[in-house]
């Protein structure tokens, strides 16, 4: 199997690029941002891009997006840190067929990308739900993500602080959060608010 890899950070490609190479790969060609990472993959159409989600130029979402059109008979699989669900799902959105963490040890990393070449159009991303708000609900987030008191909220929205009250509930059991702070955690995590 041909391999494109591309990761912002030398020793980090290095190491995988020996990862793999032990593992039955050809790494094919590497890449240190986004735009590399889409030129070289059009150039050499390997059977598997592993981009980092976040690289300088265009992100691994952004290329895999643009390979989706450009290059349909690359998989691309993206490797990250992250593991919030919008990214997971920015990431289906954009074509990606697998999601794989960089502390995958090598043995399990190689055998997650020959599963993505033997069913390649199986769901190989984690699969996340993010609940969905009312507009009104969403103004109450944004406006509690701003730091503003349920008083508030109330005089900016033109509602009754009980109002605020009640749309905070609601959220809350949306979200499976206790309090305040917790659903903003959460709210943050889901890509609900920056």
Not at 27 to 42: C, F, K, S, T, W
Not at 159 to 176: F, G, I, N, Q
């Amino acid at each position: 199997m041909n391999v494109l890899i591309a990761d912002d950070h030398p020793l980090f490609r290095m190491g995988l690029r020996y990862a793999l190479t032990a593992q039955g790969f050809t790494v094919i060609a590497e890449a240190a941002d986004g735009h590399a990472a889409l030129q070289l993959a059009l150039t050499h159409r390997p059977d598997v891009a592993l981009l980092d989600v976040k690289m300088p130029g265009l992100t691994g979402i952004e290329v895999a997006e643009r390979l989706r059109t450009t290059a349909p008979g690359v998989l691309v699989a993206l490797i990250t840190t992250f593991q919030e669900p919008a990214i997971i799902q920015s990431a289906r959105r954009a074509g990606a067929r697998a999601y794989l963490s960089k502390e995958t040890p090598p043995q399990d990393l190689a055998r997650q990308l020959r599963a993505l070449m033997d069913r390649p159009f199986d769901d190989h991303l984690p699969h996340v739900t993010v609940p969905t708000l009312t507009p009104r609900e969403g103004d109450v987030l944004r406006l509690l993500a701003d730091g503003q008191s349920n008083k508030e909220i109330a005089r900016s929205l033109g509602v009754s602080p009980e109002t605020v009250k009640e749309h905070l509930a609601r959220m809350y059991v949306k979200l499976d959060a206790p309090d305040r702070v917790s659903a903003l955690n959460k709210a943050r995590t889901l890509g609900l608010i920056e």
